[in-house]
């Protein structure tokens, strides 16, 4: 029950949960216990990491790894560990020549500039590049299924695929556009981390990091990385509203229960004012 398949975070069908630690039948969920222990974070190691971290593949719960994306996000300017002030400076260093949202920089440059200095910044340096994660940027066109991204497990190789889509639909403006794939690029890089060191056995796992993939953990970790990332690179990003897309993929595909996040979650992901657009999204849905 655990022998990893394909796992794909596009948009889920009712009829087809794409969850990628749904550990074989879905209608039978009371039978899936997890017994393992898990494990856990120090919580001084985020504050002394000098270099990437070596997670133990699928060993944690998505609750864990989510407060350890949210703990190094929330870290004040003066405690950052010396992994994050590095990929701090190589960001000032060479802002112009790789992270300068504007089309004069090739979009694989920025593209992979970005996605080293998210890992290091949030995943702990765990996600490596090159390593355990390829990206492919604009090979597809973004559509109605393909979606703005997608993240994808290469068969059974502990290795995993981000595509960041061409979107050419209604966006013209280059730096805009750009925007838009750093919050796609960032929405996939949290499915892989929770994919890759989430335990796979484990059904508070894959309920806490939901059926459609963005339960509860996900989306603390999303909401609180949009937040802390413009603070720390004192850069805006424009994060846009791919956060509200991902939650109602959440309702859509019938995770968080069945119903719509508590008030204290909303509230807690600044969206206090978008409980009654989302209750008529899920009577409607
Ligand atoms: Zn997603
Ligand atoms: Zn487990």
Not at 40 to 59: M, V
Not at 205 to 230: C, R, V, Y
Request: aromatic share 8%; glycine share 6%.
């Amino acid at each position: 029950m655990s022998s990893p398949k394909k796992a794909s975070t596009s948009l889920p069908r009712k009829d087809q949960p794409v969850n990628p630690n749904l550990p074989g039948n879905s209608d039978d969920l009371s039978a899936v216990k997890c017994e393992r222990l898990h494990e856990n974070f120090l919580s001084n190691e985020f504050k002394s990491l000098e270099a990437p971290a070596k997670l133990s593949l699928y060993s944690y719960t998505a609750t864990e790894l989510a407060k350890a994306a949210m703990t190094c996000a929330k870290l004040s300017k003066n405690s950052l560990s010396l992994l994050q002030r590095k990929a701090l400076k190589e960001h000032k260093d060479n802002y112009n020549k790789k992270y300068k949202l504007d089309d004069g920089v090739p979009i694989k440059v920025t593209i992979a500039a970005y996605f080293k200095l998210f890992d290091d910044l949030f995943f702990l340096g765990s996600l490596q590049v090159g390593r355990r994660v390829t990206i492919e940027v604009d090979q597809k066109k973004f559509s109605e299924t393909t979606r703005k991204g997608s993240s994808s497990e290469v068969d059974g190789a502990n290795q995993w695929l981000i595509e960041i889509h061409k979107n050419d639909k209604g966006l013209c403006d280059p730096v805009e556009i750009l925007q838009e794939k750093l919050t796609t690029l960032m929405h996939e890089m949290i499915h892989v981390y929770l994919g890759l060191f989430g335990c796979r056995r484990c059904e508070e796992n894959w309920q806490e990091q939901g059926l459609s993939g963005h339960g509860i953990a996900f989306l603390d970790t999303m909401f609180t990385l949009h937040k802390e990332a413009p603070r720390i690179l004192e850069e805006t990003l424009g994060f846009s509203s791919i956060c509200l897309e991902a939650l109602k993929e959440e309702i859509q595909g019938g995770g968080l229960k069945g119903g719509i996040p508590s008030l204290d979650e909303l509230a807690r992901w600044g969206l206090a004012e978008k409980v009654e657009e989302l209750q008529t999204f899920l009577a409607e849905t």
